[in-house]
Every structure is written in C-alpha cells, then in structure tokens.
RNA sequence: GGUCUCGUCGCCUAGUGGCUGGGCAGAACUCUGCAAAAGUUCCUACAGCGGUUCGAAUCCGCUCGAGACCUCCA
C-alpha cells in the first residue's frame, strides 16, 4: 500500500519509496541529554515512532531506525562542571576530567530518557541503532578534514568553520527553509558565539577548546587542533556511518529545519558528495493549556512529573495521536482525561469483541476488511491519525458488539490486533480484575447491604451505599454479585 | 524588524466552495429496586469586519488574537 508523506524538501505530499528495496532507512535527531525528557521531547519521539511502525505494519517494509544521542553539548558542559548546582549524586563523583563528567552526566539523562520513551510505548527493539555522539569523534573528524580538503573548511583561531559564501557558490542552501540572510536580525548572532569567523552565517564544525572543558585530540595538517565537534555535524557523521547516505528519512522537529538540517545537507554533501536524505519531515511543536510551553510560564511538564500526577504513559502516547503529527498540537488537562475516555472506549470494544456472547436473534455480518482499508488508507495519508480514529469510532457507533456475528468479532479482533502494532494502547485477552485494598469496614457495608437487598429491605440498602460512598467507594451490581470500586 | 503558520460547537480535533465530521462534556429516553454499565436519540460551530461567488469554515483584503523560525530549543 502506497504511504504519501509530506516532505519538507519538496514542500508536498509525495510518494514513498525507500531506496533500497524493502528496507527504509531512518535518521531521528534525537534528544540533547542534558535534562529529563519533556512532553514536547515526547511527541518528537511518537512522531517516527508512529512512521516507522505504519511502514512496518502498514505497508510491509523492514526498517532500520536510528535516533543519536547528543551527549557534548554546551548545557551538559554547563551543568557538569565542577561546581554546577545541576550535579547529582546519582551521577557519581566528579573528577578534575571534564570529559569524564561530562559523560556521566550525559549518561544519566539518557538512561532516564531511554526509559521514559519506553513508558510511553517506543520500544527498544524497534530501534536499528541508538548512537552517541562521542563514540563517533573519529568519523565527525574524518568529515572535518574532507570538508576543509573539498575547500568548503576553514580555520579560525584553533576552531574550524564552514565556508557557505563558498558553499552557495555551487549549491543550494536553504532547502528546507526561505533563509532571508539580508534581514536577519541584527546584533543577536554577534553574541552567539565568542569565536572568531569570516561570516555571521558560517557555522561551527569543531570548536576549539576551553579551559576545563571536554575535547578530544584532532590532527589536522601536522598541528592537534584539540576541541570538540560542533552541533550539526555529528548528525551527519552518525548517519554516514550507521545507515549510509542518502538514507529514506530524516526526522525531527520543525525548530530544527534550520540551521541545524539545513547545516546538516550541507556538510554531508560537502564532505561525502552526497545527499543526506530523500524526505525530511519534521513534527510541528506542542503548546500546553493554547499557549508557548515554558518553564516561565509554569506549563512545562516532563514526562516523569505527569506520571507522578497520576497520569497514564499510555493514555499520553495516545492524545498525542490525537492530532496530525505536523499541526500543533494543544496539551490540556482536560484533554487528555477526554482522549483518555475514548482510548477506553475502544479498549471496551476489544474487550466486549472477545467476552460478549451475542444473543441478538437477528446478529449482523459485518465487513472487517472494509474498515481496515478504510483506516489504514488515512494512516497512510501522511499518517492521519485523527481521521484513522474517526474512522474507528465511527464504525464502533453504528455496530455495537452485541449485534455482531460470531465470525465477524473474530475478523475484528484480527483487525484491532493489527491496529494495536501500530497505536499500542489497547490490550488483549481477557478484562482484568483491579485488585484494590478493601477496609474492613467498607466490605462489611457491603455484605450488609447485599444481604438487604436480598431481604428486599432497599431502604437499608441505601442507606449503606451512602455509607459506603462517604468511605471513597463504590458498589457495582449484577446479577448475583457484587464489586466494590474506589471512587 | 524580517519570513511564515494558525484561529472550527462548552473543550479537543478533521474538513476536498454547495451535501454541514469524530472524541470528550451536556441533555432526554430504554433497561435494571437505587447506582453503574450498555443501548437509543438530541446537541449545526466555523475570531471580527469587508469583498469575490448563484453559493464560503473553505478564495481575497484588512483588523484582532495565538504561535513558529531568524538566536539554545522537539
């Protein structure tokens, strides 16, 4: 089946087809470890995780997906320098090695992140590779030195940096973005960095070493330019070496179309005289309760803290589903407790699917078939989440369970099973039993009330539900039993 | 300052110029002592003001509002 999906490059809904038959190759920029993993971090996540999972399920294609771990940066060099406040215990003890703290900084957070995208439904085994940064140091060295031999490098002060008046002498820059270099804004890029370049808009390839700072050994021409690489090119050193260019995709976040991918075509195609990726696609930000999430505005949640508020991963992993993956996307409270009623309302279907006996006289054949079509030919439209969950819930309003015929739930379930590869929210088998801690007092409530019933005494009945109501619980009848549930 | 995007029922999210989605919330009913669950039914919105058109949420203009990028950022 045909996916359709937008590209940046191209600026449309284009056609896919990986490059090698049958394998897609995917690059995910992936997260700075410097902090926990935020809800906007997350949905960046859910993004390709969706993609590659509708190229897997829906379209039949292995995949190999790969996301990098920044872990030298500017914020983890801040934070893990002796004396940062942001230094925890957990991390182990410092040493007068900035390299060394800095990696067990960096290696800290992404064992935090690592577990938090697998709480929130992304699954290790899905991934192709998950590579660091600082494990490539030779191969973003090696791309340095064939940037600056193809004439497209220069050196400045122990820092080398990328030549783009050269550049776009020859090739085009500003692909995946209408870069307005005569207007951009003046005096902010001035502070951007204390190095020394011939351009405002030449960007940094490797910088030069600071005092105290981690850096690594780079020979170049005879002298140890010792430093450490810059931001952008060890997105394209990573993909060169993990899936080999040009691959099928490359992800990330709209903020990221520039300077950050369109510095990263540029190198890889300097250096490598390649093209990085066929498609770009990039996932549009979150905004929490219509606004900016910030830390300034007190709406800036991560994911950890959302759980503790007594939120479920899954029902996040789902409301992010919720709308298309390039449109903004508005983070409510209120929203989320909605989108967390209709993912059950679904998962109840699923459940009434396998457990109900329908004992309508007049059952009803339904086509499974027709709304997997239906569904998957959304998702499939540059993954139309929304309208593939219409499409869904649509069904489930004109086709209650009870009316179905036995084969067309089992067609069904099929279906619900192949979907669930995809969303990863519902569960199968049977409808568990919350096992939840009755006091005594409630369950005594409870029998005497049940007895009361029984004895037809409904006054007293009553009047025992209330009291178990003031207790925090609830009674659920049916037929010839009861269960009690917190309220 | 420059370049863009968006503003849809109480809330969230789709929307191809005409036939007026989906979820949540809300209302009524059926069914059960009560309660819940389940089922049936209802709930016509497109920021404002102009314009184009036989007809506009959809096209154009302006205003207001939210946001993005240009600067670390998913």
């Not at 969950?389 to 084969?407: H, K, Q, T, Y």
Request: net charge negative; glycine share 6%; charged share 25%.
């Amino acid at each position: 089946m045909q996916l359709y999906l937008y590209n940046t490059l191209t600026r449309s809904n284009q056609p896919f087809s990986p490059i090698k038959p049958n394998v897609v190759r995917m690059y995910s920029c992936g997260p700075t470890v410097y902090n926990y993993a935020h809800i906007g971090n997350m949905r960046a996540f859910l993004f390709p995780d969706l993609l590659q999972r509708v190229l897997r399920v829906v379209c039949g294609y292995k995949v190999d997906w790969v996301m990098n771990i920044t872990d030298i940066e500017d914020k983890i060099i801040r934070d893990s320098a002796i004396g940062s406040p942001e230094w925890k215990p957990e991390m182990g003890n410092q040493t007068d090695n900035p390299n060394e703290n800095a990696t067990k900084l960096a290696l800290f957070y992404e064992r935090e992140f690592l577990n938090d995208i697998s709480t929130i439904g992304i699954k290790r085994e899905h991934f192709h590779a998950i590579p660091r940064a600082t494990d490539f140091i030779s191969e973003i060295t090696d791309l340095v030195r064939r940037i600056i031999e193809k004439g497209f490098g220069y050196e400045a002060d122990g820092s080398i940096y990328f030549n783009l008046t050269q550049w776009r002498k020859s090739e085009k820059y500003g692909q995946l973005f209408t870069i307005d270099t005569d207007n951009f804004r003046a005096g902010v890029r001035i502070d951007a960095d204390e190095y020394e370049r011939d351009q405002v808009s030449d960007f940094v390839l490797w910088k030069a070493h600071k005092e105290g700072e981690p850096s690594w050994d780079f020979e170049l021409n005879g002298k140890n330019l010792r430093g450490r690489p810059g931001w952008h090119i060890e997105c394209s050193a990573m993909g060169h070496a993990t899936l080999g260019l040009p691959f099928d995709i490359h992800t990330g976040g709209v903020d990221l179309r520039f300077p950050h991918h369109e510095d990263e075509i540029a190198q890889s195609k300097a250096g490598y005289g390649v093209e990085t990726s066929a498609f770009w696609c990039h996932n549009e930000f979150l905004e929490v309760e219509g606004t900016k999430m910030s830390k300034s505005r007190g709406n800036f949640f991560t994911l950890r803290e959302l759980l503790q508020r007594g939120l479920d991963a899954l029902d996040i992993r789902f409301a992010m589903m919720s709308a298309q993956y390039n449109s903004v996307y508005n983070f409510t409270f209120f929203g989320l407790e909605s989108t967390a009623k209709a993912r059950q309302r679904i998962q109840d279907y699923i459940y009434d699917l396998q457990d109900t006996i329908s004992d309508s006289s007049s059952l009803k054949n339904v086509n499974a078939t027709e709304l997997r079509v239906a569904v998957f030919a959304e998702l499939l439209n540059n993954l139309h989440t929304p309208k593939a969950l219409e499409r869904v819930f649509a069904f489930i309003n004109s086709n209650p369970v009870s009316g179905l015929e036995a084969n067309s739930r089992m067609e069904l379930l099929d279906f619900f099973v192949e979907l669930n590869a995809i969303f990863d929210v519902w569960e199968f088998g049977s409808r568990p039993t919350k096992h939840i801690e009755i006091p005594a007092e409630v369950s005594g409530y409870a029998e005497k009330r049940w007895q009361a019933k029984k004895d037809r005494n409904f006054a007293l009945a009553d009047e025992m539900r209330v009291k178990i109501t003031e207790l925090g619980f609830t009674i659920l009848d049916s037929k010839d039993s009861y269960i009690i549930e917190r309220l």
